[in-house]
C-alpha cells in the first residue's frame, strides 16, 4: 500500500537552531500538505501546494517557516529559527485532491516530532 | 472557527461496549470526514459522509450526519482494545476549491480488555 514517507521521525533542536523536515508524498497526489499537531490538539494546516505551487499558506508563520515542492514531488518545510513554542509533531500528508465525486480524502505520513529545548 | 468540535474529549469503555463520538462544527459544508490516530502516529481516514447522506457504515463504524443542527455521530460497535486511539471529525467547507479540511481537538478513546 502506498505511503506518505516522512523523515526525521524524531528531531530535538536547540533554540534559535534551524530544522527541516522532509515529505515524500504518494505517488501521483498533486496536493501536499503540512500540518502541525500540537499534543492534545487536532492538526492545524500549515502549507497546501498543488504540484509545485502554494495554494494556501495562510496560517504560517512566514517570518521563520519556509516550505517548498520545487519539482512537485516532495518537500521541505523549514523552521529558522526554531523556538520552544515550535515543539509539536509535523504531519505531512496527499491526496489526489478529487473534489468532484468522492471528496478530498487525505492520507497521512507518520509525522515528525519536534522538541525544542 | 471553522472547526469540528469532539463530545466528550475522552471515553472509556469495555471491549464488547459500543463507543459513540460526536461532532459539532459551524459552517455549511461538502462533507465531513472521521480520522483515527493511534498515540504518537499519523491519522488514518476512516469514513466520508456528503452533505446530502444521512448515515454511512463501515463494517463496524457507523457515521450519522445532521446538518440541520450542524453535527455528526461515530458508532463504533463491539470494541475491541485495538480501537484505542484518538478520533478526529473533519469537515471540507461547501464551496471550497482547495479541499481544505478542518479537524477538531478529537476525542481519546480508550477500550479495556
Known amino acids: 500500500e502506498a505511503e506518505v514517507a516522512q523523515s526525521p521521525r524524531y528531531k530535538i533542536t536547540e533554540k534559535s537552531q534551524a530544522v527541516a523536515f522532509w515529505c515524500d508524498p504518494i505517488?501521483?497526489?498533486?496536493?501536499l500538505y503540512w500540518y502541525r499537531q500540537i499534543l492534545g490538539q487536532g492538526p492545524e494546516l500549515l502549507v497546501q501546494?498543488?504540484?509545485?505551487?502554494?495554494?494556501?499558506d495562510s496560517q504560517l508563520p512566514k517570518d521563520r517557516f519556509s516550505a517548498e515542492r520545487l519539482k512537485g514531488v516532495d518537500s521541505t518545510l523549514k523552521i529558522q529559527p526554531a523556538e520552544l513554542g515550535d515543539s509539536a509533531m509535523y504531519l505531512c500528508a496527499s491526496s489526489d485532491n478529487d473534489l468532484g465525486t468522492r471528496g478530498n480524502t487525505i492520507y497521512f505520513g507518520e509525522g515528525s516530532w519536534l522538541t525544542v529545548v | 472557527s471553522q472547526q469540528g468540535e469532539e463530545d466528550p474529549q475522552a471515553l472509556s469503555i469495555q471491549e464488547g461496549e459500543n463507543a459513540t463520538m460526536n461532532c459539532s462544527y459551524k459552517t455549511s459544508i461538502n462533507n465531513l470526514q472521521w480520522y483515527r490516530q493511534n498515540s504518537g502516529r499519523g491519522l488514518v481516514h476512516l469514513i466520508l459522509?456528503?452533505?446530502?447522506?444521512r448515515e454511512k457504515h463501515s463494517g463496524r463504524l457507523r457515521v450519522t450526519l445532521d446538518t440541520s443542527k450542524k453535527s455528526s455521530s461515530l458508532l463504533i460497535t463491539a470494541s475491541r482494545a485495538a480501537d484505542t486511539a484518538s478520533y478526529f471529525c473533519a469537515t471540507e467547507e461547501r464551496g471550497s476549491t482547495l479541499g481544505r479540511l478542518y479537524f477538531g481537538r478529537g476525542t481519546q478513546l480508550t477500550v479495556w480488555p
Open positions: 501546494f498543488q504540484d509545485e505551487s502554494v495554494v494556501d
Open positions: 505517488s501521483g497526489h498533486a496536493t
Open positions: 459522509i456528503r452533505s446530502n447522506e
